[in-house]
C-alpha cells in the first residue's frame, strides 16, 4: 500500500514567510495537525508549503499539457542518448503498463493538502479578515488548478474535498470511485467562485507573481470555460463567460514584455507579464526538479563537435559549454524550418540550431534543441544552473485566449493576435510587412502548405493553434490546446487515437482502489 505522510514545517520568523523569493520548505515533518494552526504564522508558513509543494509537480504540469503532440521525437536525439520509454507520449502509445505518468501525476498530494488548508482557514479565528480570504482565494484557485489538470488528462477522477485527519493520506487507497466528469467540472467552477469571492476586489500579487493571486484566478476561469464551453456542451454562454474572465486581467499589473526573450530572462523574472510562475531558486529547486536539464539540453562533451549557425563553434560559448544535460525529449529536426518564419524573434529565443562542418568547411544543419529557458551560470558552480522560472500564466496567453474566443464567438481575433505578432516581429518590421504577418494575412503557401505544425491564417482557428504554439513551446499548452479544439487539428497535429486521447490509470493504482476503472480505450 503506497503512503504519502505529509506535513509542512512551520517557519518560525514571519518576517521570512514573507519574503517573496523564497519558496525553501519541506513538505514532509513530523508536525501533527494536532499540534498545528495554533499561530498566524502557523498559517503563513502553510501557505508558503502549498506554492512549494505546486512547484513540485511543475515537470508533470509540462507532460500532461504538451508532450502528446506532434513537436518531439520524430528523430533519436542528435547526441545520441537512449529515449527510456519518453518516447511514448509523442508517439501515443501509451499503456496501462506504460503510462508514463503514473499516480495521477501525484497532484492528489497538493489537493489533499489544500483540502487541509481551505478547512483550518475556514475555521479560525486567529487570522484578520483579509489575510483569511486571501489564504482561501489562493487554496480554492489551486485546487481548481489542479483539477483541471485531472480533468482534462483522465476525464473521471476521484473528486476529495474534505481533508484526512491529519495523521496521514493514502492518496491512492481512498476507496473512492472516480466522480464523472461533469461533476469534477462543477466542483472547478466551484471553486474559482469561491477563489473569486475571497480574493473581492483584491487583484495585487500581494506576495509575488510566484504565488495564487486573483488575476491567476482569472486566467485559469477563462481556461476552464472555454474547455466546457467546446467540449463539453456550454457553447456560447461559457465562451461569454470566459471572455469576462479574461477581460478582467486587464485591471491587474500586467503588460507585454517589449521583447520575447526578455519574458524568460534570469535578471527579468516576475517582469509584468508574469501572471503565476513556478518559481526556482539556487539551493531550493531547479527548472522541473532538474528534469529540463536531463531531457531538453545537450551534452557539452559532444557539442564540442558542433557549430551555431553562425559558424561559430560551440566550445567557444563557455554557458553552453557547462550544459552538461542530456536530450531525451527530442526536438523533430525540420522544426526550426517550419515553426517560425524567419523574421519572428520567437525562433531563436525558443530553439537553437546546431551545425557540423563538412570536408569543404560548409555548414550542414543538424537539430534543434530547447533555449527559451537559458539558465545561469552561479559563482561556484562548475555547470549551468537552471533556476529560470516556469511561467504558468502570462498576459500573452489572455490575449491569445480572448482572440480564440472572439473566433469561437465568430468575432474579429486580429486586435489580440496582432499584438502578439508585433512584438514577435518587432514594430517597425511588422509594420512595413503588415501584408504578410499581420492577421489576417499570414497565408503564404510557400510556408504553410504541408506545413505539419501550423497553418495559414486562412482558418482563424488555425491561426489561434499557430500562435499559441509559436508563444508557448516548452510552457505545457500544446496538447490541451489540441485536445480543446479537437478535431480536425487533432489528427492533424498529433499521432493521438481518438479513443485514447485520455491517460491510463497505472495498474497500482486500480488494485489499490478496486472501486476506480481503467480510463475507456486502455482496458
Known amino acids: 500500500m503506497k503512503k504519502f505522510i505529509i506535513y509542512l514545517m512551520a517557519i518560525t520568523s514571519p518576517a521570512l514567510l514573507l519574503q517573496c523569493n523564497s519558496l525553501e520548505m519541506e513538505p514532509e515533518s ?28 511543475s515537470y508533470h504540469y509540462f507532460l500532461l499539457g504538451e508532450s502528446r503532440a506532434n513537436l518531439y521525437c520524430d528523430d533519436n536525439p542528435f547526441g545520441g542518448e537512449a529515449t527510456q520509454g519518453i518516447e511514448r507520449l509523442p508517439y501515443n502509445t501509451l499503456n496501462k503498463e506504460n503510462p508514463v505518468v503514473s499516480n495521477f501525476g501525484g497532484l492528489y498530494v497538493p489537493i489533499e493538502r489544500l483540502n487541509m488548508m481551505i478547512r483550518r482557514t475556514s475555521e479560525t479565528n486567529l487570522l484578520t479578515d483579509a489575510d483569511k480570504n486571501y489564504y482561501l482565494g489562493e487554496a480554492y484557485g489551486m485546487r481548481a488548478y489542479l483539477y483541471f489538470h485531472l480533468l482534462r488528462s483522465w476525464g473521471d477522477v476521484v473528486l476529495s474535498t474534505d481533508p484526512t485527519d491529519g495523521a496521514s493520506l493514502d492518496v491512492f487507497n481512498l476507496a473512492k470511485a472516480a466522480s464523472p ?25 500581494k506576495y509575488g507573481r510566484h504565488y495564487w493571486s486573483l488575476p491567476a484566478t482569472w486566467m485559469l476561469k477563462g481556461e476552464v470555460y472555454l474547455w466546457s464551453g467546446r467540449q463539453m456542451g456550454g457553447g456560447n454562454a461559457d465562451y461569454q463567460v470566459a471572455r469576462m474572465a479574461l477581460e478582467q486581467v486587464g485591471k491587474a499589473d500586467v503588460a507585454l514584455s517589449e521583447k520575447f526573450e526578455s519574458v524568460f530572462a534570469f535578471s527579468n523574472k516576475k517582469n509584468k507579464e508574469i501572471i503565476f510562475t513556478i518559481h526556482n531558486q539556487k539551493d531550493e529547486f531547479s527548472l522541473w526538479d532538474d528534469r529540463y536539464r536531463m531531457n531538453m539540453l545537450p551534452q557539452d562533451a559532444y557539442m564540442t563537435l558542433y557549430y551555431d549557425e553562425e559558424g561559430k563553434p560551440y566550445q567557444k560559448e563557455p554557458a553552453l559549454e557547462k550544459l552538461r544535460g542530456l536530450i531525451r525529449l527530442q526536438i523533430n529536426y525540420d522544426m526550426y524550418q517550419k515553426l517560425f518564419r524567419d523574421e519572428d524573434s520567437r525562433k531563436r529565443a525558443t530553439l537553437k540550431a546546431v551545425y557540423s562542418k563538412d570536408k569543404d568547411d560548409n555548414l550542414k544543419y543538424v537539430a534543434p534543441y530547447a533555449n527559451k529557458f537559458k539558465g545561469t551560470l552561479v559563482e561556484g558552480n562548475s555547470s549551468c544552473s537552471m533556476l529560470d522560472d516556469y511561467p504558468i500564466y502570462r498576459y500573452a496567453d489572455c490575449l491569445l485566449m480572448l482572440a480564440e474566443v472572439k473566433v469561437l464567438l465568430g468575432e474579429d481575433p486580429a486586435e489580440e493576435i496582432n499584438k502578439v505578432r508585433e512584438r514577435a516581429y518587432g514594430a517597425n518590421y511588422f509594420k512595413e510587412n503588415k501584408d504578410k504577418v499581420a492577421y489576417p494575412n499570414d497565408t503564404d503557401p510557400a510556408v504553410y502548405t504541408n506545413n505539419r505544425y501550423v497553418g495559414s491564417d486562412a482558418d482563424a482557428l488555425e491561426a489561434i493553434l499557430k500562435e499559441r504554439l509559436r508563444e508557448f513551446m516548452f510552457e505545457g499548452k500544446r496538447w490541451y490546446d489540441l485536445r480543446l479544439l479537437g478535431e480536425p487539428y487533432l489528427s492533424k497535429y498529433s499521432k493521438a487515437n481518438a479513443s485514447r486521447l485520455l491517460w491510463p490509470i497505472n495498474e497500482d493504482v486500480l488494485t489499490n482502489n478496486p472501486l476506480l476503472k481503467q480510463t475507456p480505450g486502455y482496458e
Do not use: P
Open 30 to 57: 513530523s508536525i501533527t495537525d494536532a499540534n498545528y494552526w495554533k499561530t498566524e504564522a502557523h498559517f503563513s508558513a502553510f501557505n508558503t508549503g502549498l506554492h512549494s509543494l505546486l512547484r513540485k509537480y
Open 181 to 205: 466528469a461533469a461533476d469534477v467540472m462543477k466542483q472547478i467552477k466551484a471553486d474559482i467562485e469561491a477563489s473569486e469571492k475571497a480574493f473581492g476586489d483584491n487583484h495585487s500579487f
